[in-house]
């Protein structure tokens, strides 16, 4: 059975290399992984709020690879390649009905 891990983990791991700004990328894995949870995961994503010793203390998520994946991997990467692509389709989609509408009026 796998272990669960927190998302600091996850990242450490190496699978997220598309985290890098670029191929020659030397920013330390540190400050990359604080700057993506930080922009890219509200804080319920990958931690919850315990209380030790009546003081309350943020305590990082446990989960697999496989669902981290799901969250900040490259699924969600495929997830949001495909939304801006389907965001860009639509786009397009008005503009050739406007277009040909413009064409249709024009021609009347």
Known sequence: MKPAITILDYLWSGRKSWLKHHEECDCPFEKLSAEYIEQALKVED????????????LQMIRM?????????????????????????????????????????????
């Open 46 to 57: 990958w931690a919850e709020v315990v209380v030790v010793n009546d003081m309350p203390t």
């Open 64 to 108: 697999y690879a496989d669902d981290w994946n799901e969250i900040c991997g490259p699924k969600a990467e495929a997830r949001q390649l495909q939304e801006a692509l389907d965001a860009y389709m639509e786009q397009v989609t008005q503009i050739m009905a406007l277009q040909a509408t413009k064409e249709r009026q024009s021609s009347e």
